[in-house]
């Protein structure tokens, strides 16, 4: 194991990591902005050092800074978290340059499934079912045209995309003709790379994906599924597992689906294969993208199993056989739901940055909870909305959502906007408590 | 009669879109703001002509800051 890692992140992945870090005897390292001098992550740190002022660009995103931060500090290794740099081949690559370790998988690997059209050729040549879809459009006739070729209504996506962003479901060409050129844009600005394609949309379909482990031996291990459907702007805001809606006939062939698209990449390290699982009971389901990196909603997995992924990582990077038994893999225990408290009010989701006057989280039995922030904390507008992630376990659904309801109840935020009222409702809701709802749930709360 | 805009939380100017004596109707996009990576339109409440744009793309607007008046 290594003596020392970096953690090239910041809020509650920065924590969570750090944690598992200290738990191995392993120094971490935290780097930071200006705006985040004073933050948790950095306060939970053995070591920190400042990158640069507050915009990500020019701290978070700035590789040359975050390689000098780990040369000044002697760390082994660098753990990226997920975003900023975490799926950034060329970062991954000046790590090893530099002579460090890189906690995740080979630049290859990130490369293949960064470009989401080239992964979906990739996917398809290994097996695994992708949806209909087209390749990068050049305008929007050409867009039109192939739309009308797939059939309305169809999802417009950027093909370097993730996160949701430039994403969106049309029923018409002028709404595609909107749609692409606002792809275009977005995916130019956050992405670098305007490319934009077209795949085949589910209207009622499950978000459903299977964590995956490499190993160092080159063996894949699929370690659960987590559903995903619970989505505000093509962005997850609530996770369990198991799936609701995955039987056990599914699970066993998405899981092996899994596998096959991770050895294709030959990949090492924690990683993430998302599905869409139609909701039409017909047993099918189709390849979205596999995030090579951490999943934010890793805890849900963590809780049933009682593996902790990211001591996995740390172990496949340094080398090391990993902690659990790769031949006896640990059954699932319970059902485990993971709510992302967020900085933004509950009706509109419009973010609301502002410092914290109050935050008392809940604690007990079944309980985890992963946080970025806490007390008199500032919550600046430079970053993600995430303040922290409410994770419960219970012995099966049911309690796991009981003991949801009361840790939601129990959990107060004041200062910044808040979504925890969207939790209140969502675990009253009668699709979601009977575990039948699709991607559509929040929309149809709010319409 | 006026309707002054104002900003609903902090945030930065991404773009503006309207620019002074544009004919908007209730709806349009007059400034893009941008806060915690999300993108938030700024949309006049009424139609009307852009009487003033209050602020310049880069800028820091807190809850409340007037961002744009429709006559």
């Keep these: 194991m290594f003596e020392s890692v970096l953690v090239a992140n910041r809020g509650e992945i920065a924590v969570r990591v750090i944690g598992t870090c200290q738990r191995l005897g392993v120094k971490a390292v935290a780097v930071h902005s200006e705006a985040d001098a004073g933050a948790l992550h950095v306060r939970v740190a053995d070591e920190s050092v400042l990158l640069g002022p507050a915009p990500a660009a020019e701290s978070y995103l700035d590789i040359g800074r975050v390689l000098e931060a780990a040369q000044v500090t002697g760390v082994q290794a660098i753990h990226p978290g997920y975003g900023f740099l975490a799926e950034n081949a060329e970062f991954a690559r000046r790590v090893t340059d530099a002579g460090l370790v890189w906690v995740g998988p080979a630049p290859e690997a990130i490369e293949a499934m960064g470009d989401k059209v080239a992964a979906r050729a990739a996917m398809a040549a290994a097996g695994v079912p992708v949806a209909p879809g087209t390749d990068p459009l050049p305008d929007a006739d050409a867009a039109a045209a192939a739309a009308a070729r797939i059939g309305y209504p169809v999802m417009v996506k950027a093909a370097a995309g993730g996160g949701g962003i430039g994403m969106a479901a049309v029923d018409d060409e002028p709404a595609l003709r909107t749609a692409y050129e606002t792809a275009r844009t977005r995916a130019e600005r956050f992405f670098g790379s305007p490319a934009v394609f077209l795949e085949r949309y589910l209207p009622h379909a499950r978000h459903v994906e299977v964590q995956v482990l490499g190993l160092t031996d080159g063996r894949v291990l699929a370690l659960g599924e987590r559903d995903c459907s619970v989505q505000r702007r093509h962005q997850k805001v609530a996770e369990e597992t198991p799936s609701p809606g995955v039987t056990p006939a599914l699970r066993e062939r998405m899981f092996a689906a899994a596998r096959r698209a991770a050895l294709a990449v030959d990949y090492r390290g924690a990683g993430t294969v998302e599905c869409l699982v139609p909701a039409d009971g017909s047993g099918e389901f189709f390849f979205l993208e596999m995030n090579t990196r951490l999943q934010v909603e890793h805890p849900v997995t963590e809780l049933v199993t009682g593996i902790d992924l990211v001591e996995e990582q740390l172990r496949v990077a340094a080398g090391d056989p990993p902690a659990l038994d790769p031949d006896r893999l640990p059954e699932p225990h319970g059902h485990a739901i993971e709510l992302r408290i967020y900085a933004e009010d509950p009706k509109r989701f419009l973010p609301g940055p502002g410092k914290i006057t109050r935050w008392e989280q809940p604690s007990g039995e079944g309980i985890r909870v992963d946080a970025g922030y806490a007390a008199g904390d500032t919550v600046t507008p430079y970053y993600d909305p995430l303040l922290a992630k409410l994770c419960v376990w219970g012995a099966d659904r049911p309690a796991a959502l009981e003991r949801a309801r009361a840790a939601v109840a129990g959990f107060v935020v004041e200062g910044p906007k808040c979504n925890l009222p969207l939790f209140a409702e969502l675990l009253q809701q009668p699709e979601f408590v009977s575990g039948s709802y699709d991607t559509g749930l929040i929309d149809r709360m709010r319409r | ?71």
């Design chain 2, 1 to 71: 009669m006026a309707d002054e805009i104002r900003a609903e939380m902090v945030a930065n100017v991404w773009k503006v879109v309207a620019a002074t004596g544009d004919r908007v109707d209730d709806g349009d996009t007059l400034v893009i703001l941008e806060s915690m990576k999300m993108e938030i339109p700024v949309l006049a409440e009424s139609s009307g002509v852009v009487a003033e744009i209050a602020v310049n793309e880069g800028d820091v607007v807190q809850e409340g800051d007037l961002i744009a008046r429709v006559e």
